[in-house]
Structures are given as C-alpha cells and as structure tokens.
C-alpha cells in the first residue's frame, strides 16, 4: 500500500482565517513533506519532517505552521494567508528521508484565499 | 549544484503514435532519477525510476526511461500512447541533500 491520503481536498478561506491540512500515511514512514503547487509549475517544497522532527524549512512565511503529532500525520496549519496562498498544497512520505528513499505524493489539497 | 531540464513544455501527439518526452539533469554525484505523472486536479503519481542497475526501467502501464550517463538524460518513451495518458509529467533528480529537484514539467496531449 503505497497511499498517502490528505483532507480536506478542497478548502476556501478568508484572509483571518485560520484552518489546517492534514495528512496521512501508513506505511511505516519516516520522513514526510509539505509541498506548494501553483498552475502550470512543478511543486515546490516547504518543509521536511524527519523522526517527527523538522529537518527541513525552505523559508516559509510564519503564516504557514507545520506540525508533526506522530510519524503517521503531519498537519500545516494556516492563518493570515493571502491570496498568491492559493494553490494545491500536495504532501508526500517517504521511508528514511535520504538516500535512494522514494518519495509517494497524496492527492493534494486545493486551497483558495479570498 | 543539481538540475533538471524537460526540454518540452508541451507534447501534441495522436492516439496510438508513439511518444518520447525529454528529460537531462547535471549531477556531478550518483544520480537518482524519477518520472511523476499528475493527471488533471490529482496528485503526482510515481511512473518510474532509476537508482542503479539496468538503465532500462519500465512501468506498469507501458512507460520505459533509459539512463544514458553519457549524455545525462532520463527520456521517458512509449511505443502507443492511449487519451488517458493526457497529463502533466514531471522528471526528477534526488539531490544530495535527498531533496527532490523537479524539472518544469511537461504537458503530453493525446489527440484522437
């Protein structure tokens, strides 16, 4: 089972807002990823969780919250986004987090700002 | 520094003609080389990859790259291409640092 879920799959906010992306796996995991992706582009990474720790943050606004409760779950939570934040926010896992680890991408959440 | 050039932004082809996207990446360590495939409002989807042993690898739905380290590129090729191969594809380099380096993408629309 190589599945990667996330919810919601789609989320409309304002711009005082504040509400959360969450993301699960069940794979035996170790490493997980938030990435950001506009239209038309490759996706852009955000941060990596490795042991349930941050290993990785590509100098995200602090409007953008990572949380990692469990190895199995990593949330991004937001508040004060603007609307350029609208794109699909796609999160992905893999077994170690280096090396020749591969990396399984969820569906990915659709987000609009007003 | 690593990087990844899809030299195509977009691919026309009809059904059942064969297909070739391309890809090229700088490296000057081991590489490890993936396509992903996004079909319209999903996620990416892993099509194949390359981390050592035969340069030819295939994929389940009739997809092969080859690894050609002389000439640093991973072509993604399929002999009859199908309407629901229409999608976003995407090669990738492992870095170093076991991020992922993605190329620009590019868009294969299968005419019928």
């Known amino acids: 089972d190589t599945e990667v879920t996330q919810t919601p799959k789609h989320l409309v906010m304002g711009m005082t807002n504040k509400k959360s992306l969450k993301c699960e796996q069940h794979m035996g995991h170790r490493a997980m990823y938030w990435y950001k992706q506009k239209a038309k582009k490759p996706p852009e990474l955000m941060f990596v969780?490795?042991?349930?720790?941050?290993?990785i943050n590509e100098s995200v606004p602090s409007r953008f919250s990572p949380e990692c409760p469990n190895s199995s779950l990593l949330n991004l939570h937001l508040h004060a986004l603007q609307p350029e934040d609208s794109a699909l926010y796609l999160c992905?896992?893999?077994?170690?987090?280096?090396?020749?680890?591969?990396?399984?991408f969820g569906p990915g959440t659709r987000l609009t700002v007003l | 520094a690593q990087s990844v050039t899809q030299l195509d932004s977009q691919v026309p082809v009809f059904e059942e003609a064969p297909v070739e996207l391309r890809c090229n990446y700088s490296s000057s360590v081991s590489v490890y080389l993936f396509w992903y495939v996004q079909y319209p409002n999903q996620g990416l989807q892993l099509l194949l990859k390359y981390l050592s042993g035969s340069t030819l690898v295939e994929s389940i739905n009739g997809f092969e790259a080859e690894f050609n380290k002389s000439q640093t590129s991973f072509h993604l090729r399929k002999p009859s291409v199908h309407i629901s191969d229409t999608a976003e594809y995407f090669c990738?380099?492992?870095?170093?640092?076991?991020?992922?380096?993605f190329g620009q993408g590019t868009t294969l629309q299968v005419k019928p």
């Open positions: 990738a380099v492992k870095a170093y640092t076991g991020k992922l380096i």
């Open positions: 969780y490795s042991y349930e720790k941050l290993s």
């Open positions: 992905a896992s893999s077994p170690e987090g280096q090396g020749i680890d591969t990396q399984y």
